[in-house]
Structures are given as structure tokens and as C-alpha cells.
């Protein structure tokens, strides 16, 4: 996807069910216009994070179909998933290697420069400087980071190849205020270049949005603008 104000991701009937389970959601019809913000709300074990399964084409739909621009999600290559989503979610899994290599993953087509601007975007430059070796300092102990710094790794993580849409599991949950107002800051920045995607138990924790998707037994249930609902 070469122009940001072109991703159309949408949702057509889409049904599914896990091997000979009920079904989880059902005929859920959904589409985003480029940059705009949703939210889904809905009780734990609603099927959340098996929606966002389903639009990162991981699990396939049992009817229906996701597309971005058209193409089915379900048959992108994963090679090139990294440029189209990036997923965050609470957790942020450390790999055997430097602090720049925790963002690209040791993907070598991911540059430097790539790597300090998704650094900054997520604000941790002044954190990463104040490192024995900055970006190429070694993790070689999960204590290097705290839970607030974790996120907003996973942030700098989803965001160094600049994929046009963002899927953000309850990034902001369980975190002391400081890091959720960073993050809040961070998710303003982002807005004037991501399609969001956000994933929220209660309204009342959601970060901002255009437009709120309220699920319930399968179903949406409602669906509207954040003020309205
Ligand atoms: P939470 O808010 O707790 O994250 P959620 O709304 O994201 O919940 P899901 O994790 O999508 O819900 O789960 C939806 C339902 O699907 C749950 O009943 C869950 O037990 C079931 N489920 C999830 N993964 C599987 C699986 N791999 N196989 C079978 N059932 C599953």
C-alpha cells in the first residue's frame, strides 16, 4: 500500500467460529475509512482479540471476508504483514539481542534511521541515550525495561516499518498514570497517520476515537460516534 489515505479496510459478513465451537461472532460488517479511529468495546471473552486475529488474516473467517483495498487479509503473504499492521498488545517478548534489534526483530531491510524514529515517536529517545551503548546496548535481562517502558517498546516495535494501520489490544491497561498519559500523547501523534484500531473492555477507558463499535454476544450491538454512545 503506497498512500496512507487509501487504506480501506473492510469487514463483510464475517462470521466465525473456532473448530466445532459456537459461533463467536456473527455477520459483522464493518468499514473504515483511511486514518479513522475505532474502538470495540465488549465484555472479556466477547471475542476481541479474535476479531483482531481475524483482520490481522492469523485466523479465517468461517463466512464472510476481510479486505484491505480490496485484497483479502487472509491471503497476504506474512512477509508483508509487518508493512501493513502493526499489532501491540501488553505484552512485549524480548529476543536474544541489542535494544534496536528488540524493535526491528533482526529484519536487516529495517534501517537505523527507521529505528530512532520509531524510537522518538514512542518517547523513549532520551531513555535509549542514557543506555551504556544506546540502540546497540544488550538485553540480556528482562529488568532493563519496566512494564511502562515495555509498552511503549512495543509501540516503537509496531510502528519502525511505518504500517499504514495499528491494532492496539488494551495497550493501555494496567499502567501507572504517567505512562498511560505518554501513551495517550503518543497515540495523538499517531492519529494524523494510522488507520487505529483499539481494543477497550469499559468506554470509560477507551483512548480517543472516532467511532465505537459495542459487541456483544457475537453481534454488534451498537455502533457510533464516542459522544453519542
Ligand atoms: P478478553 O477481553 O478477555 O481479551 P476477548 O473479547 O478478546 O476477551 P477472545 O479472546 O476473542 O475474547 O475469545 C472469545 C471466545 O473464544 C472466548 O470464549 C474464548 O474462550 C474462545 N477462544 C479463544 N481462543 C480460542 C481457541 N484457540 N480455541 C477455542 N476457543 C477459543
New binding site residues.
Given amino acids: 500500500i503506497q498512500n496512507r489515505e487509501e487504506v480501506h479496510l473492510s469487514l463483510h459478513n464475517v462470521t466465525f467460529q473456532?473448530?466445532e465451537?459456537t459461533e463467536?461472532l456473527k455477520d459483522i460488517n464493518l468499514s473504515l475509512k483511511p486514518k479513522e479511529r475505532i474502538t470495540f468495546v465488549?465484555?472479556?471473552?466477547?471475542?476481541?482479540?479474535?476479531?483482531?486475529?481475524l483482520i490481522l488474516g492469523i485466523l479465517e473467517p468461517t463466512k464472510g471476508m476481510i479486505t484491505i483495498n480490496g485484497v483479502d487479509v487472509y491471503e497476504i503473504p506474512n512477509s508483508q504483514k509487518r508493512s501493513i499492521f502493526g499489532y501491540v498488545d501488553q505484552s512485549f517478548p524480548l529476543i536474544k539481542g541489542t535494544v534496536a534489534e528488540q524493535i526491528s526483530l533482526k529484519d536487516e531491510s529495517i534501517t537505523r534511521e527507521q529505528i530512532e524514529r520509531a524510537i522518538d515517536f514512542a518517547g523513549l529517545k532520551a531513555y535509549v541515550e542514557a543506555l551504556d551503548n544506546g540502540l546497540d546496548t544488550h538485553v540480556v535481562s528482562d529488568t532493563l525495561f519496566s512494564q511502562g517502558q515495555k509498552q511503549l517498546f512495543a509501540i516503537a516495535r509496531a510502528v519502525v516499518t511505518s504500517p499504514p494501520i495499528l491494532l492496539l489490544?488494551?495497550i493501555t491497561a494496567n499502567l501507572d498514570s504517567i505512562t498511560e498519559e505518554k501513551i495517550v500523547s503518543v497515540l495523538e501523534k499517531a492519529s494524523e497517520m494510522y488507520t487505529i484500531l483499539s481494543?477497550s473492555?469499559r468506554l470509560s477507558t477507551m483512548i480517543a476515537s472516532d467511532t465505537v463499535v459495542i459487541?456483544e454476544h457475537g453481534r454488534v450491538k451498537n455502533a457510533g460516534s464516542p459522544e453519542v454512545l
Avoid: C, Q, S
Fill in positions: 473456532y473448530e465451537g463467536i465488549g465484555r472479556t471473552g466477547v471475542g476481541k482479540t479474535t476479531l483482531f486475529k489490544d488494551e481494543i473492555h459487541l
